[in-house]
């Protein structure tokens, strides 16, 4: 079965500060791993996925990830945040090896302080 | 819009009563995804619509609730003699393949008094 931890209920960060948001995975196969942010009220938005090629991907709002397959991670990365960053970010992975239903975390609650 | 719809956005109904979620998927998209998401809780799966294939309901907590999509298009979730606990965000997302990202409609917020 394929699983998604994100082990950090809630993250806090200074505004023009660099920010972490942590997400390891668990799949049969080759993953798929995306990331989402979910506003007040909204439904969840795309933020970036890797599929394969270059381990670094950028998404939007000037957010990146890296995929790192020996430690099973996607982390999420800024290097600058922004009040209005703070959100609920998703990680969601789906595997090539069974199921292709995209499994997501628990999520993280991200605040940006002023 | 091109995204995807859901109505109603916000449901009251009373313990026992059947109720029905609807979401127009953006249109072309094959894949069509329906998740629970409780205070607190990440999205919980419930069912999986791709194309003409037999939907995946694995995730259907109990037999009170049932989906369907017709013509490939519109879906609707049935919840029958709802409980407290069905009480929830509904949210339902499309996509255009098994490997690329899903797009999520706003939810529906069920409340069960």
């Known amino acids: 079965a394929q699983s998604v931890a994100q082990p950090e209920d809630q993250v806090n960060v200074a505004e023009g500060n660099p920010l972490t948001v942590k997400c390891t995975y668990s799949?049969?196969?080759?993953?798929?791993l995306f990331w989402y942010v979910q506003y007040p009220n909204r439904g969840l938005q795309f933020l970036l996925k890797?599929?394969?090629?270059?381990?670094l991907v950028k998404g939007s709002y000037g957010f990146e990830a890296e995929f790192n397959k020996s430690q099973t991670s996607f982390h999420l990365k800024k290097p600058s945040a922004l009040v209005s960053d703070s959100a609920l970010y998703f990680c969601?992975?789906?595997?090539?090896?069974?199921?292709?239903?995209?499994?997501f975390g628990r999520g993280t609650s991200l605040i940006v302080h002023p | 819009g091109a995204g995807v719809s859901q109505s109603p956005s916000n449901k009251v109904t009373e313990k026992g009563k059947d109720v029905e979620l609807r979401c127009d998927p953006i249109s072309g998209h094959t894949a069509l995804y329906w998740y629970r998401q409780s205070l607190g809780q990440g999205l919980e799966f419930l069912i999986y619509f791709q194309g003409n294939s037999a939907p995946d309901k694995s995730g259907l907590p109990s037999d009170r609730f049932s989906a369907e999509r017709t013509g490939g298009s519109v879906s609707t979730l049935t919840i029958q003699r709802t409980q407290q606990e069905d009480s929830a965000v509904y949210l339902c997302?499309?996509?255009?393949?098994?490997?690329?990202?899903?797009?999520f409609g706003q939810g529906t917020r069920l409340t069960v008094v």
């Open positions: 969601a992975v789906r595997g090539s090896g069974g199921s292709y239903i995209p499994t």
């Open positions: 997302a499309s996509g255009t393949g098994r490997i690329t990202e899903a797009f």
């Open positions: 890797y599929i394969t090629g270059d381990n």
């Open positions: 799949v049969s196969g080759n993953p798929y």
